[in-house]
């Protein structure tokens, strides 16, 4: 199996090239394109109970499709939002992902939920978080540009910009700065991130697009 992330960074796209016995797990309505010797099979995400508990607390699609075939084809498969895709390959590692920035993997990844902790929750990521494990290749997107940054002593980011992180990677809720200047700079609650660990950021925050949007209705 090829496959090439294609008009990135702002339109990210992946161009799967599937052979003979290949199979690709995708996020539900991820799908652009595929070849007619491609078959589509839609199952529960990990199981009926798995599949409601990633609904209720990560964010996710109850359902998965998985994209296989008995002779060769092509899929594209992207993201609901203008942004960068990045692949990583799992040997073996945990990654967490924020609520929709799973696009696909393959069949040997394993899904699951991971307690994100409270942190998470008060700059509104949630309580939990996609957990993917095992071994395989992982797509994932996000909105702008991604950032890749290996951290070891404390880092500090906007809720709302970070993608993706390992395990190791500790998170801690706090103020952007003193008190009159976390309230009055529009930042208020920031996450502070200790490492070790790699953390991916995206560029933009929906939150942010949100808000702007809303000061224009």
């Known amino acids: 199996m090829e496959y090439e992330i294609r008009n990135r960074p702002a ?16 996020e539900s309505d991820a799908m652009a394109s595929m070849s007619s010797s491609i078959t589509l099979r839609t199952r529960w995400s990990g199981g009926f109970l798995s599949a409601i508990l990633r609904k209720l607390f990560g964010g996710e699609s109850l359902f998965m499709n998985e994209y296989s075939t008995a002779s ?27 609520a929709g920035a799973f696009v696909g993997c393959d069949p040997t990844v394993q899904m699951g939920l991971g307690f994100a902790g409270f942190a998470s929750l008060f700059a509104r990521e949630g309580l939990f978080r996609l957990r993917l494990s095992g071994h395989g290749r ?18 500090i980011v906007d809720s709302g910009h970070l993608v993706a992180y390992e395990p190791s990677v500790n998170l801690r809720i706090g103020l952007a700065g003193g008190l009159f200047s976390s309230l009055f700079s529009g930042e208020g609650l920031v996450l502070r991130l200790k490492g070790p660990g790699r953390v991916y950021l995206q560029s933009r925050s929906i939150d942010a697009l949100a808000t702007w949007v809303n000061g224009h209705l």
């Open 138 to 155: 992982l797509w994932f997107g996000a909105y702008g540009g991604i950032v890749v940054k290996e951290i070891s002593d404390e880092f």
């Open 11 to 26: 339109f990210a796209n992946v161009l799967i090239k599937l052979t003979r016995g290949d199979t690709v797990v995708a």
């Open 72 to 98: 060769g084809g092509e899929l594209v498969l992207t993201q609901p939002t203008p942004g960068d895709i990045e692949c990583i390959e799992l040997k073996g590692q945990s990654l967490y992902l924020q």
